[in-house]
């Protein structure tokens, strides 16, 4: 007698519809729940490929990159490379410096270059340096926690176009080099103190990576591959993909549909490099969920903790964010807590969650533009739905 399976016909509904609309094409749709795994393709390849991809299909993961990057950092902080409070700007090459937050103090002074019609001085507000606070420095844990104030796209690179006058970049990255990268750093003006508030950075990420490697007198890739790819037998997990990869690559397609050109990665791979299919993330999920006594255990279940807020929108579910990871309630009835990243490239998006109480996760693959997020949100619910017991709330009052 056969198991039953993890896809219901709700959960092949949602991701069916997904694959239905905006023009979408092909979906990989990997669960996990306690201990099991199952894997399974939705939609067509492109217009030419009919077919659905499977666990063998290779995507582009984009941000989702960098919780393999905070782990390698937690990894080579454990072996003693490093304490994640270090100031990066010690460990940085040399004649490369970075940022610091120089503390003001305002104050209100009268003016008298404009004054009211009875004469009175107005008054008005002056921020200067405080003479004699101490500089806030950047440190590793800033970088993973996404609090270091520096600029999402490396300063320099002029990726963002809010308002789609003419055509967006189509390979942003692919010639951003790390001596550019090093070189910019100290160009990023801090406002605020390192540590104190949640800005999302790609950039930071990126900085982190390729600093981690280079104390280890690495490459990053290949940091990646040791410390990471290889003890999870992740074959399928790249930057570059081989020869014999190739041609399980998937096209991936614009918002609209049309087909769009791959993504190539140098001083920005460590922020959204990696290539990767259902199988190998499934791989890297499960073993999220380990809780043995192992150093890769440790290291992940340290990335996963809550670190800051995330200022959301009101009606957005509550979010933390960890060392890259971030966290966010599933729904007020269960009030468990998913932990989960999302990426997204030209032509791709992807989201990866799991709620460790449960011993329950979800990796979603698409080769469309289109988002998938609230699709792995739900995908979730209708997994743990009929076997997990509400939680209570929290109290304040107790």
Same mark, same amino acid.
């Not at 104190?196 to 490459?219: C, P």
């Not at 933390?320 to 932990?339: A, D, M, R």
């Not at 997994?383 to 709330?393: F, R």
């Given at each position: 007698?056969? *198991?039953? !399976?993890?896809?219901?016909?709700?959960?092949? /509904?949602?991701?069916?519809? +997904?694959?239905? $609309?905006? =023009?979408?094409?092909?979906?990989?749709?990997?669960?996990?729940?306690?201990?099991?795994?199952?894997?399974?393709?939705?939609?067509?390849?492109?217009?030419?490929?009919?077919?659905?991809?499977?666990?063998?299909?290779?995507?582009?993961?984009?941000?989702?990159?960098?919780?393999?990057?905070?782990?390698?950092?937690?990894?080579?902080?454990?072996?003693?490379?490093?304490?994640?409070?270090?100031?990066?700007?010690?460990?940085?090459?040399?004649?490369?410096?970075?940022?610091?937050?120089?503390?003001?103090?305002?104050?209100?002074?009268?003016?008298?270059?404009?004054?009211?019609?009875?004469?009175?001085?107005?008054?008005?507000?002056?921020?200067?340096?405080?003479?004699?606070?101490?500089?806030?420095?950047?440190?590793?844990?800033?970088?993973?926690?996404?609090?270091? *104030?520096? !600029?999402?796209?490396?300063?320099?690179?002029? /990726?963002?176009?809010?308002? +789609?006058?003419? $055509?967006? =970049?189509?390979?942003?990255?692919?010639?951003?080099?790390?001596?550019?990268?090093?070189?910019?750093?100290?160009?990023?003006?801090?406002?605020?103190?390192?540590?104190?508030?949640?800005?999302?950075?790609?950039?930071?990420?990126?900085?982190?990576?390729?600093?981690?490697?280079?104390?280890?007198?690495?490459?990053?890739?290949?940091?990646?591959?040791?410390?990471?790819?290889?003890?999870?037998?992740?074959?399928?997990?790249?930057?570059?993909?081989?020869?014999?990869?190739?041609?399980?690559?998937?096209?991936?397609?614009?918002?609209?549909?049309?087909?769009?050109?791959?993504?190539?990665?140098?001083?920005?791979?460590?922020?959204?490099?990696?290539?990767?299919?259902?199988?190998?993330?499934?791989?890297?999920?499960?073993?999220?969920?380990?809780?043995?006594?192992?150093?890769?255990?440790?290291?992940?279940?340290?990335?996963?903790?809550?670190?800051?807020?995330?200022?959301?929108?009101? =009606?957005?579910?509550?979010?933390?964010?960890?060392?890259?990871?971030?966290?966010?309630?599933?729904?007020?009835?269960?009030?468990?807590?998913?932990?989960?990243?999302?990426?997204?490239?030209?032509?791709?998006?992807?989201?990866?969650?799991?709620?460790?109480?449960?011993?329950?996760?979800?990796?979603?693959?698409?080769?469309?533009?289109?988002?998938?997020?609230?699709?792995?949100?739900?995908?979730?619910?209708?997994?743990?739905?009929?076997?997990?017991?509400?939680?209570?709330?929290?109290?304040?009052?107790?």
């Amino acid at each position: 007698m056969n *198991a039953q !399976s993890l896809f219901s016909a709700d959960i092949n /509904a949602f991701a069916q519809e +997904y694959v239905n $609309k905006k =023009k979408n094409k092909g979906l990989v749709v990997g669960l996990i729940s306690n201990g099991t795994n199952e894997i399974k393709g939705f939609g067509q390849l492109s217009n030419n490929a009919i077919h659905p991809p499977d666990e063998n299909t290779i995507f582009e993961l984009g941000s989702v990159t960098s919780v393999f990057t905070t782990s390698l950092m937690l990894i080579a902080a454990q072996e003693g490379h490093f304490q994640l409070e270090d100031r990066i700007r010690d460990y940085l090459p040399s004649g490369v410096d970075a940022p610091a937050f120089k503390p003001f103090i305002c104050r209100e002074v009268e003016d008298y270059s404009h004054t009211a019609v009875d004469n009175v001085p107005r008054t008005r507000m002056i921020c200067e340096p405080a003479p004699f606070a101490p500089e806030v420095c950047i440190t590793f844990c800033n970088l993973a926690s996404h609090t270091a *104030a520096l !600029s999402d796209d490396p300063k320099g690179l002029y /990726a963002w176009n809010p308002l +789609y006058i003419g $055509k967006q =970049k189509k390979d942003p990255y692919k010639d951003y080099t790390k001596a550019e990268l090093y070189e910019k750093l100290y160009r990023n003006d801090l406002n605020f103190a390192p540590g104190t508030h949640y800005k999302y950075s790609n950039s930071g990420i990126a900085l982190l990576g390729n600093l981690v490697a280079d104390i280890q007198q690495k490459d990053f890739s290949d940091l990646l591959e040791e410390k990471l790819l290889i003890p999870l037998q992740m074959d399928d997990t790249q930057i570059t993909l081989r020869d014999d990869q190739l041609s399980r690559f998937a096209i991936g397609h614009t918002r609209k549909g049309k087909a769009t050109n791959a993504w190539n990665f140098k001083a920005m791979a460590p922020a959204g490099g990696l290539k990767s299919t259902g199988k190998d993330l499934v791989r890297f999920i499960q073993a999220n969920l380990t809780t043995d006594n192992t150093v890769l255990a440790d290291a992940f279940e340290q990335v996963q903790q809550p670190r800051i807020d995330v200022y959301t929108r009101k =009606k957005e579910r509550p979010t933390t964010v960890g060392y890259g990871w971030f966290i966010s309630t599933l729904n007020e009835v269960t009030n468990q807590p998913v932990v989960w990243h999302h990426g997204g490239t030209g032509g791709f998006r992807v989201f990866v969650g799991f709620i460790k109480d449960t011993q329950t996760g979800v990796v979603i693959l698409s080769n469309s533009a289109n988002a998938v997020d609230e699709l792995g949100f739900d995908l979730l619910e209708q997994i743990i739905s009929v076997t997990t017991v509400p939680a209570k709330p929290i109290s304040s009052n107790n």
